[in-house]
């Protein structure tokens, strides 16, 4: 049975960092990624690692304050977010994707991964 389970989700202030983590069990996956989720908006793309090679892809809204990273062996990936912004409040969801290595489009898309974690409250106050 596959299992993600995010942790480390929690209050900061604007300005601060926060670190969340996801563990998946079950069997390994060629990618894993967060998404997020605010009141009233749709569930969007946040990052995405790749373990074959290490890339890592950013959504414009988070990219140079947050770091995607994670360990392979260990199925687990992290999301450092820094420089944190009210507007980052959201639910965190961590996703985990059976991509083929030779896909090269597109990382925003839902459909793209297969399983999902029940998610991790960050809220961020001003």
């Known amino acids: 049975q596959v299992q993600l389970v995010e942790s480390g989700g929690g209050l900061v202030q604007a300005g601060g960092s926060l670190r969340i983590s996801c563990a998946a069990s079950?069997?390994?996956?060629?990618?894993m990624a967060w998404f997020r989720q605010a009141p009233g908006k749709e569930r969007e793309f946040a990052a995405v690692?790749?373990?074959?090679?290490?890339?890592?892809y950013y959504a414009d809204s988070v990219k140079g304050r947050f770091t995607i990273s994670g360990d392979n062996a260990q199925n687990t990936a992290y999301l450092q977010m820094n420089s944190l912004k009210p507007e980052d409040t959201a639910v965190y969801y961590c996703?985990?994707?059976?991509?083929?290595?030779?896909?090269?489009?597109?990382?925003?898309?839902?459909?793209?991964?297969?399983?999902w974690g029940q998610g991790t409250q960050v809220t961020v106050s001003s």
């Open positions: 079950g069997r390994t996956f060629s990618a």
């Open positions: 996703a985990a994707s059976n991509m083929r290595p030779s896909y090269s489009g597109r990382y925003y898309y839902p459909w793209l991964y297969d399983y």
């Open positions: 690692i790749r373990w074959s090679g290490g890339s890592t």
